[in-house]
């Protein structure tokens, strides 16, 4: 057989000084936005590179200046609609700025997967970190590890110290059962999340202490897994107790799950029974009935957090650090049926 033709070489900086008829210093100035260039030069080395199909080396540029523009996400979870978008969000938002972003799932909160994982980012020399830690143990497993770089969490609480970025998470369940509260619904119950999870806690804690507040009885949560099939099996608990008008569910997927459930079972909602979520996932208003929910802006929260470490690596890390869910009324819930 005949060898392998060689490799055709990628073009590079000279192939483009060469071609617009400048020094490759000038190329240089043009990539880097330098201000002294004039347009008609800056003109002819961008036809020069889009004909050539130049793409700068990042490696180089990165070895030649000592910044990498790479950003790493420790993400945990990442099947979850919450810290899915949340990685989404990031991408955009660095490469906004500039940056690249490189991502590593941790399968398990042990703390040899979470070292593993973040050596693999500092191998690639990332100039930050954001940590999207939703389960206590991979947060405490990262917090045992000596990280050299500066990096930003994406926590479920209100409680900010410097490195954290959250979602009022508490305010927000109370938000979301004040709302059925304020429908005239005396008998709730609540769908929480697995009881790792700092969003599930956080909205427990925040349906806990709003229905206190109201004098309403607090029976037990009904413990699911985020999933529609677990909120599909612990609404079948709760509504085989004949006892609730209103259900908050502590996401959307759950909710959905208790949709069916309910249709199941010929409970109209919203007639015999309210229905609430959290997040706000995309699909959440073509649920049947549309579902009222707590919006979360996973868009706004990569976009704080990536400034957030950039502001670190400028060394300015003063910043608001919690955002405020948003009540959103569809018409999963109105008034309880002894009030309408």
Known sequence: MPPDPPARR????????????????????VLNNHPSIRESTRERVQRAIDELGYRPNRLARALKSNRSRLLGVLSASSSQYGPSA????????????????????????????????LD??????????????????????FTELKVSVPFVTLQSTADSRDSELSVDQIAGARAATRHLIN?????????????????????????????????????????????????????????????????FCANDQMALGLLRAA????????????????????????????LTTMRQDFGELGRRSVELLLRKLAGTAEYQLSMQPELIIRASTAPAPSAS
């Open 263 to 290: 249709d199941e079972r010929r409970i109209a909602v919203p007639r015999d029974l309210s229905v609430i979520g959290f997040d706000d996932m995309p699909e959440a208003a073509y649920f049947h009935p549309p």
């Open 86 to 117: 949340s990685i989404r969000a990031i991408e955009v938002a660095a490469r906004a700025q500039g940056y690249f972003v490189i991502t590593v799932n941790v399968d398990s909160a042990e703390r040899e997967e979470v070292e593993r994982g």
């Open 10 to 29: 990628p073009p590079g900086l000279h192939d483009v000084a060469k071609l617009a008829g400048v020094s490759h210093q000038t190329v240089s100035r």
């Open 183 to 247: 429908l005239g619904h005396r008998f709730i119950a609540h769908i929480s999340g697995p009881g790792d999870w700092f969003s599930a806690q956080a909205r427990t804690a925040g349906f806990t202490a709003e229905m206190t507040k109201a004098g309403l009885a607090v029976d037990a949560a009904f413990e699911g897994d985020w999933s529609a099939a677990s909120g599909y099996e612990r609404a079948n608990e709760l509504l085989a107790l004949h006892r609730y008008s209103a259900v």
């Open 120 to 141: 693999s980012l500092l191998d690639h020399a990332v100039e930050g970190l954001i940590v999207i830690a939703p389960e206590l143990n991979v947060l405490e497993a």
